[in-house]
């Protein structure tokens, strides 16, 4: 079975515009993004949805998450952002 897209980015096979990455967590720009600065945030390893996000990779990936919402107001004039994750209900990756 195929890597998803976003193990591809993962691994550095497909290209984009990672804005962080560390050995657990990798964020990148959405190529459609519905709002500007559209980030994904991602486990570096293959999980599918939150029920199946090990403990450990629970902080790292919050972390980065409030770390990309800090970034939001001085690279875009922000006054805040909109964090959400999809949980497989509007999940087009399987990969959270
Ligand atoms: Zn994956």
């Known amino acids: 079975m195929a890597a998803d897209i976003f ?14 990455r560390d050995e657990t967590v990798v964020a ?13 945030v991602c486990p570096a390893r293959h999980v599918e949805s939150l029920l199946d996000l090990p403990g450990e990779l629970m902080q790292p990936l919050l972390t ?5 919402a800090r970034a939001m107001g001085p690279a875009l004039g922000a006054d805040g952002s909109f964090v959400a994750m999809n ?10």
Do not use: M, Y
Not at 7 to 20: H, M
Not at 28 to 40: A, I, N, Q, S, T
Not at 64 to 68: F, L, N, Y
């Open 7 to 20: 193990c591809q980015i993962i691994a550095g096979t497909l290209d984009t515009e990672v804005v962080w």
């Open 28 to 40: 990148f720009l959405d190529h459609r993004p519905v709002f500007k600065g559209h980030v994904l």
């Open 64 to 68: 980065t998450a409030q770390r990309v």
């Open 87 to 96: 949980n497989v209900v509007s999940q087009s990756v399987p990969h959270l």
